[in-house]
């Protein structure tokens, strides 16, 4: 079970994100190994993604994410937005490459 934890501090100036490095990978069992794939993204200097599942998947979303974000492409919507947008091009991409 992935742990993330996000809370703000200093009246909201600030954010302190936390979460946990195991990992599950079906033909290996656990590991908390430095060299998995991490659990906080940044997507700007000011803005992270807390994430939990297909950790490769959630590689790919904070990548496009930020581009997205930093690029200026979307700036004119908030970043939640951005993440979910993000996140439904990835998905749409993996499931074509998997039926189409």
């Known amino acids: 079970m992935t742990v993330c934890i996000a809370a703000l501090a200093d009246g909201g100036a600030r954010a302190v994100l936390v979460s946990d490095k195991l990992v599950?990978?079906?033909?290996?069992?656990?590991?908390?190994e430095k060299d998995h794939p991490a659990k906080i993204h940044y997507v700007s200097d000011t803005a992270a993604i807390l994430a939990?599942?297909?950790?490769?998947?959630?590689?790919?979303?904070?990548?496009?994410?930020?581009?997205?974000?930093?690029?200026?492409?979307?700036?004119?919507?908030?970043?939640?937005?951005i993440v979910r947008y993000a996140y439904e091009r990835v998905r749409l991409?993996?499931?074509?490459?998997a039926y189409l």
Not at 52 to 81: I, P
Not at 93 to 97: F, K, N, P
């Open 24 to 32: 599950a990978m079906s033909f290996m069992g656990w590991s908390a």
């Open 52 to 81: 939990a599942g297909d950790l490769n998947a959630a590689q790919e979303v904070a990548a496009s994410a930020s581009r997205l974000y930093g690029g200026g492409e979307y700036g004119h919507l908030e970043l939640g937005e």
């Open 93 to 97: 991409s993996r499931v074509e490459h």
